[in-house]
């Protein structure tokens, strides 16, 4: 029994680059062999491949530096020097029991970031149970706002001072950091 | 009556098993290296060494930049000594980091002007392509053409199908393995090959 035409059966298009790189089981080469008879196609493709193989021979191997290998044992030696101490132990810390696999960072990211979002979350609760220190006090126009206790007490303290600094202690006094002219 | 083994079947069997024998040494060497043993690393660097500068050379065109290439490819084998396991061929292995760093370099070299490695290439090949018997000037100079033209249109090739092409071509490689290194399947990589060498056929028909 003949072969497939290999071109018109484009599930076997290797068949015609196995047989010009000389690849081809020794069986199906004799089977093209019979086909080509027949089929000038083949016969064309097969020829212009086979050109084709022959001219990328001409791009032959480059020398290689001879310094090559030198250099890359000079890096290997100076990242192991630069691992120094933590990196050998890092190297032979245990992996995961059971398992010769690699320690990943992938799995750790989301916990670390668990963590972190845990921690903040811990950070930044204010019980609603606890009273601040801020009292509610309105305005001459009946708005509340929100005063600081210790604001309020430095600002009575400031005005015990002024009342004890103007003359007399008279209630009437303007102000001691505003000396009315007329008693100078 | 015993049957005649045919030749071609024998010598098959013997190609594939020293195949399997290769494979096998490679994986132990890299156990080996895992294992803190230097002396198995200079063996496979002694093994592998040229195909992979050959290939990367052919990928990005540039002797040097193909040598710092393979530089960081044998380094990497080197830092991933303590997590090799032996699931896939080494060979695969290996080429899938030359192949993944060629495609790099030559993604951040795209946009560079004054691309050299043709200028290189071609005083290479004058230095390469003298055999013992010297030919003549016009022998040399029909062959420096010739030489430019295979390798522009390599590089005129998209990368995908160039790195197949030069696995294909110039290390040898079973599609299979191909496939491996590419990350695809097997009819893709003889997809990809029959579109190149399409291509290929297209540009240099004038040689033939």
Known sequence: ?184 | MPREVPQHFTSERVHNDMAAVAVEFDAELMLRVRDGDAESFVLLLERHRGPVIHFLHRMVQNQGVAEELAQEVFLRVYRSRGSYEPTAKFTTWLFRIATHLALNSLRDRRGEKGHESLDDGQQEGVRLQVPDRQPSIEQQMLREVRLGEVRQAIAALPDKQRAAVLMHKYQDMEYSQIAGVLCCSESAVKSLLFRAYETLRARLAHMA
């Open chain 1, 1 to 184: 029994m003949g072969m497939q035409c290999p071109i018109q059966a484009r599930e076997h298009p290797e068949v015609l680059l196995n047989y010009c790189a000389g690849k081809l089981h020794p069986e199906t080469t004799s089977l093209l062999h019979e086909h080509m008879q027949s089929c000038p196609e083949c016969r064309r493709f097969v020829k212009a491949q086979t050109a084709l193989w022959n001219a990328l021979d001409a791009w032959q191997d480059a020398p290689i530096s001879p310094a090559f290998d030198r250099r890359l044992y000079s890096r290997i030696a100076g990242r192991e020097a630069q691992k120094g101490v933590f990196g050998r132990f890092w190297d032979r810390m245990p992996r995961a029991p059971f398992s010769s696999a690699p320690f990943r960072w992938q799995p750790a990211m989301p916990v670390a970031a668990a963590c972190l979002f845990l921690t903040a979350g811990v950070l930044l609760y204010v019980p609603a149970g606890i009273p601040t220190r801020e009292i509610p006090v309105e305005n001459s126009r009946g708005e509340s706002l929100a005063v600081d206790v210790e604001q309020v007490e430095r600002t009575l303290d400031d005005i015990e001072m002024l009342r004890q600094l103007s003359p007399a202690g008279q209630p009437g006094a303007k102000s001691a950091t505003a000396p009315d002219s007329r008693n100078l």
